[in-house]
C-alpha cells in the first residue's frame, strides 16, 4: 500500500429523507428520518467508523405545501449537530446557516459553543438563502438583492470571525491561589461599524482546540466565487459532470491564490451520490429504475425550486426548455444560470432537463471499481479534493464505505485511521492564529519582549 | 409514606463556574466548568438521578472585562442542552433566551427542535434581557427601552407559539404505498402582521411528544408580571425571603386567573442556594465564612450589575446606600427597584446593600432537617410551587439530593420515581391542543364530522 501525500477528503451529506421528491419511499428510510436525532446519531457514527472527514447538514428558511420531503420538516443544524456531538469523537460536524436573516453575534456564539461542546470539530457552511419567500419569513417584502446578500456575507463572515477572537488563547489565569480569573489585557472588543452590522462584542466564549470554526460556502455565481475565494477553507460544489468541477476547481484555486490565500487551504468537495452494485449494468439498472420511478410532476416542482418555487407544468414538456428572462437570478443565481446554461448547450426539451437535473451525478453508477476509479480520476486530473457523499438508504451507503473506500485505502488515497480529532486537522488546515496575539508578536521589538508575548 | 396531592417541583439552576463573582473558588469546581460540556452532562445526570423536574440554563448576551467568570465565558444554551440531551432522558431542559435581539422563526425552529431532540423535554425562558451594553452587539445605538422590550417579548411569543402549531399532529401520513408524505391541509401559515414582527410561516418542523416546550418566565416589575399572566408556565421568581415569596406568588396566580388562564398552569420556583451541613450552628458557620470571603469590590460589580453596571466604587460605603433617581429602570429594573426599595425600607449603608444581594437567601441554611421544614414551609403556606436550586460543587448539591430530599419524600411531598417523561409531564402542564385542530373540530357540526375532525 503506497501513501500519496495528497489524500482524498470525505464528506457525508445527512438528510434524512432525503432532499429529492421520492427518495423517502425506499424502504430502509423510515419516514420520519429526517426529525429522528437517532437516524443522525447512527448515520454519522456509520461515517466515522468509515474515516470520514465531516458530515454535512443543509438547511433552508422556507417550505411551501410542494417542498420535498426534507424540508418540510427537519431538525435545525446546529441543535441536530450539537446532539450528534456526544455519540461521536472525531469526525467533523458541519451546519448551513444563512448570513441574510441572522445575527452574527448569535452566530458566532453557537458556532463556538458546537465547536467546544465537540472538541474542535465544528464547521460552518456559509449560506445566503437562495429561497426569496423566506423574506416573509423575517419581516421583508422583499428578499434582499443576490449582490447585496453577498455584501452583507461578506461582512457577517468578517464579524464572525473577528469576535472568535475576542480571547486570546491564554486569555483564562484560572488560578484560585491569586483569585486571577480572566487577564483582561486578553479580551478584545471588535467595534465593528460596517455597512450592515455594527458590533461591539466581545463574544463571551472562549476558542476552541481547533481555534475557529472551519468555513464551508457553496457559491456558484460571480459574487459567490469571490466570497469563497476569501473565507472559504471548505467548498461544498454543485457541480455534475468532470469537466465543469475540473474548470471550477480551478477558478477557485486560482481566485484562491489571487486573494492572498494558500489554495491548499481551500477543499473542494462536489456533492454526489454513488449508485453501487455488484457489476456495472446491474448499478446502470438501478439508476434507469430509479429514473422511471421519478415522477414527472415532482421533478417540475424540483426544476422550479431554484428559479423561486416556477411553475414549469405551464409549458409544454416537449419542446425546447422555455425562454426565463433573468427568472432566479435573485434566487440561487448559480443554479439557475447552470441549469439555463446546460439546456441552452445541450438543447434540452423541459421533459429532459427535468429528468437530467432531478438524478445528475451519472458518473458514480457502477461496480465498486468503477466508482472508485472514476474518483481516483477526478481527484488526480485536479477537479476534486474530494467528495461529499449523499447519504440515504445505510445499505446504500455501507456499499460505499465498505466497498469502494478499501480500493481508495489501497491505491493509498485514504486514510484507515483518524490522524487528528479536529476537523482543521482532518482537512490539513492550520490553526489561525488569534489576530490580536499576533499583533502583540509582531509589535515585539526585542527577543526577549518577543518571546514574552509568545508567552514562552 | 403519605402523599400530598400537590407536590413540589425542583429545578437545577446550572452555572458551571457559578455567576457570583467567587464561586469559583470552590476546591471542586474546575476553572473551565462553564465551558465543559462534561460537567454539566454530569450534573444534569445528577439532578435526574434525584428526579428533579429540569435543569435550567442562564444566559445573557453582554460582557465587560469585570464581569462574574461564568459570564464571560461559556456555552450558549441551546447547544447546550441540545448536547445534554442525549446523555439525559427524562430530565426537563429549560434554555434561557431574549426577545429583544432574535428572530422569532430562528427561535421557533430551534427550540422545536430541542424539544424533538429531547422527546418532549424543551424550555424556554424568556427574557428581555436587561444589560444596555447589549444593543451594541445587536447594531442598535441604544437598548430597547423597557415597555417596548415587554410589548415586543409578547408579540414575539405569540408568533413562536403560532410557528409551533404549523402541523396539526396527523400531518405527516407517510404512506409509502400512496406515496402521500404530507397531507397539505393539516399545513398552515401563520401571516402574522404585528408591530415587531411580520412573519407568514409555515415552521419547517413538526411538533413533539409535549405539543410545545413550555414557557418560562422571569420578569418582576409590572411588565414582566403581566407577561408572565399571559404565557408564563413556570416562573423563576427573584424573591429573597418568605413574605416577598408570598405576595409574588399571589399576586402571579391572581393575575394569571384574570388572564382566563388556570393559575395551576403556572409554576413558581424561586431560586436558592441552600447551605446544607450536619448542624444549623455549622451551617450558619460556613455561610458567615463565605460572606468574609466576598471580595467587597466583586460584590460592588455585582451590585451593579442590575444598574446597567453602573460604578458603585464612587460612594462612600458606610453611608445610606445613594439615591440613583432612575438608574436601572431601562435594565433589570424589577431587579433595581428591588434592590432600592430594600435598600431604603431596611435603612442600609452601600456596604449592607453589597453584603446583603451578593449572598441572599439565609433561610435556606442550616441542617437537612432545617432546609426541609423551610421548603415545607414555604409550599404549604403558598409562597412557592417548588424551588430552582442553584448547582454549584456537586459535593454540596448532593447534599441536598442525598439528605433534603429523602425528607421531603418520606412527607410526601416529592416524587420517588418519575410519572412521565416531557417536561409538561413532570409540571402537571396539559399538552396544548393544536390551533388549528381545534378550529376544526369547533367548526364541526354534525358528529360524524367531529369524529373525522379529531381523527378517529
Ligand atoms: C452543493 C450545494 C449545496 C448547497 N446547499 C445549500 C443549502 O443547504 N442551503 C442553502 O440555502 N443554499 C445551499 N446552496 C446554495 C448556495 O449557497 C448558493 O446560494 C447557490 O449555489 C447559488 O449560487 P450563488 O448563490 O452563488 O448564486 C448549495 C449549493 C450547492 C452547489
Ligand atoms: C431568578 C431570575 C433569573 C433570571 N435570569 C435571567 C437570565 O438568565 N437572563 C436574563 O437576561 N435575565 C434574567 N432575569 C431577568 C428577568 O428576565 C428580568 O429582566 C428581571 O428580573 C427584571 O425584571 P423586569 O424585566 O420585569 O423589569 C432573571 C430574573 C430573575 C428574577
Do not use: C
Amino acid at each position: 500500500m503506497s501513501t500519496s501525500p495528497r489524500q482524498l477528503k470525505f464528506g457525508a451529506i445527512l438528510t434524512g429523507v432525503g432532499t429529492a421528491q421520492n427518495e423517502w419511499l425506499h424502504p430502509e428510510i423510515p419516514g420520519d428520518a429526517s426529525i429522528d436525532i437517532d437516524w443522525y446519531r447512527q448515520q454519522a457514527q456509520q461515517a466515522e467508523a468509515a474515516k470520514f472527514d465531516l458530515i454535512f447538514i443543509v438547511d433552508s428558511p422556507y417550505i411551501t405545501p410542494d417542498s420535498a420531503p426534507h424540508y418540510l420538516n427537519r431538525l435545525e443544524p446546529l441543535t441536530l449537530l450539537s446532539a450528534v456531538a456526544g455519540a461521536t469523537s472525531k469526525i467533523g460536524l458541519v451546519a448551513t446557516l444563512t448570513t441574510s436573516y441572522t445575527e452574527p453575534f448569535n452566530v458566532a456564539r453557537q458556532f463556538a459553543s458546537l465547536d467546544l461542546i465537540s472538541g474542535g470539530r465544528a464547521g460552518w457552511n456559509v449560506v445566503t438563502t437562495g429561497l426569496e419567500g423566506a423574506a416573509g419569513n423575517f419581516g421583508r417584502e422583499q428578499h434582499i438583492d443576490h449582490t447585496e446578500r453577498y455584501r452583507r456575507a461578506g461582512e457577517h463572515l468578517q464579524v464572525v470571525q473577528g469576535l472568535w477572537d475576542s480571547y486570546e488563547d491564554d486569555a483564562f489565569v484560572r488560578d484560585k491561589q491569586s483569585g486571577v480569573f480572566l487577564d483582561p489585557q486578553r479580551q478584545h472588543r471588535l467595534d465593528h461599524q460596517g455597512e450592515f452590522f455594527s458590533v461591539t462584542g466581545p463574544l463571551n466564549i472562549a476558542r476552541s482546540p481547533q481555534g475557529q470554526p472551519v468555513i464551508f460556502q457553496a457559491g456558484i455565481s460571480e459574487s459567490g466565487r469571490n466570497l469563497a475565494a476569501n473565507f472559504a477553507e471548505g467548498i461544498f460544489a454543485g457541480v455534475d459532470n468532470f469537466e465543469d468541477a475540473r474548470a471550477y476547481y480551478q477558478d477557485i484555486k486560482q481566485r484562491t491564490a489571487a486573494a492572498g490565500r494558500n489554495p491548499d487551504h481551500v477543499t473542494i468537495l462536489p456533492g454526489i451520490a454513488p449508485i453501487i452494485a455488484d457489476t456495472d449494468e446491474q448499478a446502470q439498472a438501478i439508476d434507469r429504475e430509479r429514473h422511471g420511478e421519478l415522477d414527472l410532476h415532482k421533478a417540475l416542482v424540483q426544476l422550479g425550486r431554484p428559479f423561486n418555487y416556477h411553475d414549469f407544468s405551464q409549458y409544454p414538456l416537449d419542446e425546447p426548455f422555455p425562454d426565463l428572462g433573468d427568472l432566479g437570478s435573485n434566487g440561487y443565481r448559480g443554479h439557475a444560470e447552470h441549469i439555463k446554461h446546460v439546456a441552452r448547450e445541450q438543447g434540452l426539451t423541459l421533459r429532459q432537463a427535468a429528468w437530467r437535473f432531478a438524478a445528475p451525478f451519472s458518473n458514480f453508477v457502477g461496480s465498486p471499481k468503477t466508482v472508485a476509479d472514476e474518483i481516483e480520476r477526478w481527484f488526480v486530473e485536479g477537479a476534486v479534493d474530494g467528495f461529499n457523499i449523499r447519504v440515504g438508504a445505510p445499505g446504500e451507503f455501507a456499499r460505499f464505505t465498505n466497498e469502494v473506500l478499501p480500493l481508495l485505502r489501497e491505491r493509498g488515497l485514504f486514510r484507515s485511521e483518524y490522524s487528528h480529532s479536529t476537523l482543521r486537522g482532518h482537512l490539513g488546515l492550520p490553526v489561525p492564529v488569534n489576530r490580536h496575539s499576533a499583533a502583540r508578536v509582531a509589535q515585539a521589538v526585542t527577543v526577549g519582549e518577543h518571546l514574552q508575548a509568545v508567552g514562552a
